[in-house]
């Protein structure tokens, strides 16, 4: 039995260690990263963990994180492969390989 | 990208790619165009002030094209639903741009125009709101600012 279950955690750790996602930065985040995209290599399967890369790597905390609320900005809009994602506590976004994230500022078309 | 050579399509383009006249060309080779009584544009350019007054050199406009190309084809369709309403292009363009250049187009044939001109106004309102693309003002004191 305990060879199965160290079965399965090799594989789950297996997959965790190789989930990549894409961050794509737009306005102030492509200006203050210098880039229009990145790919991550995540350990945490939640949001989490990528915005703790993210805030470790930019100046990007002021412009994303509510300190007080403890959660994203309600302003910040949290795209993941085109597709919004309501929930603001980033442990509650589970990440998948291959995902493709978007942290989007309030818009202002010409 | 889109090509402009046969059909312009509503969404979001590279300064230069496409022009007012070929998205006018466009709607006229729409089947259904005899139905129309009146054109519309709106064209949105780069003013040399900012909303505070301060004064502004030049502007950038950043997109996030997938997302923004579907909520201007949602608005188009929106818009395309309504009585009178013919057809509706929206373009809105990306890049470096100086004072008075061209940032958007909105183009409306409807078969009146008032159905026409009330569309215009609709489709400028939706998309400043709804579509994902952000501008920087640039000052001609050095600093810049994205507009939210």
Same mark, same amino acid.
């Given at each position: 039995?305990?060879?199965?279950?160290?079965?399965?955690?090799?594989?789950?750790?297996?997959?965790?260690?190789?989930?990549?996602?894409?961050?794509?930065?737009?306005?102030?985040?492509?200006?203050? @990263?210098?880039? $229009? %995209?990145?790919?991550?290599?995540?350990?945490?399967?939640?949001?989490?963990?990528?915005?703790? =890369? +993210?805030?470790?790597?930019?100046?990007?905390?002021?412009?994303?994180?509510?300190?007080?609320?403890?959660?994203?900005?309600?302003?910040?809009?949290?795209?993941?492969?085109?597709? @919004?994602?309501? $929930? %603001?506590?980033?442990?509650?976004?589970?990440?998948?390989?291959?995902?493709?994230?978007?942290? =989007? +500022?309030?818009?202002?078309?010409? | 990208?889109?090509?402009?050579?046969?059909?312009?399509?509503?969404?979001?383009?590279?300064?230069?790619?496409?022009?007012?006249?070929?998205?006018?060309?466009?709607?006229?080779?729409?089947?259904?165009?005899?139905?129309?009584?009146?054109?519309?544009?709106?064209?949105?350019?780069?003013?040399?002030?900012?909303?505070?007054?301060?004064?502004?050199?030049?502007?950038?406009?950043?997109?996030?094209?997938?997302?923004?190309?579907?909520?201007?084809?949602?608005?188009?369709?929106?818009?395309?639903?309504?009585?009178?309403?013919?057809?509706?292009?929206?373009?809105?363009?990306?890049?470096?741009?100086?004072?008075?250049?061209?940032?958007?187009?909105?183009?409306?044939?409807?078969?009146?125009?008032?159905?026409?001109?009330?569309?215009?106004?609709?489709?400028?309102?939706?998309?400043?709101?709804?579509?994902?693309?952000?501008?920087?003002?640039?000052?001609?004191?050095?600093?810049?600012?994205?507009?939210?």
């Amino acid at each position: 039995m305990w060879i199965l279950e160290s079965l399965i955690i090799d594989v789950y750790q297996n997959i965790v260690e190789k989930m990549i996602v894409e961050v794509l930065y737009f306005a102030e985040f492509k200006d203050i @990263t210098g880039k $229009e %995209k990145e790919k991550f290599t995540l350990s945490d399967i939640t949001l989490e963990g990528l915005l703790s =890369l +993210l805030f470790e790597k930019y100046e990007l905390k002021n412009l994303i994180w509510d300190e007080k609320a403890k959660k994203i900005h309600n302003l910040v809009s949290i795209i993941i492969n085109n597709q @919004t994602v309501h $929930e %603001k506590d980033p442990s509650s976004i589970d990440l998948k390989d291959n995902d493709t994230i978007a942290f =989007l +500022l309030p818009v202002s078309g010409g | 990208m889109h090509s402009n050579e046969d059909f312009a399509k509503s969404g979001i383009y590279n300064k230069g790619e496409i022009e007012l006249e070929s998205i006018i060309k466009s709607i006229k080779r729409n089947p259904k165009i005899k139905k129309a009584g009146s054109i519309h544009t709106f064209t949105g350019i780069v003013r040399d002030s900012s909303i505070k007054g301060k004064p502004v050199i030049s502007m950038k406009i950043d997109a996030y094209d997938e997302l923004a190309n579907q909520s201007i084809t949602k608005i188009c369709e929106s818009l395309k639903r309504e009585k009178g309403i013919i057809d509706v292009i929206i373009v809105h363009l990306k890049g470096e741009f100086d004072l008075s250049e061209d940032l958007v187009y909105v183009v409306v044939a409807s078969a009146h125009r008032r159905e026409g001109f009330a569309a215009i106004s609709k489709a400028v309102e939706m998309y400043k709101k709804e579509i994902a693309v952000w501008k920087r003002e640039n000052f001609n004191d050095g600093t810049s600012e994205w507009i939210h």
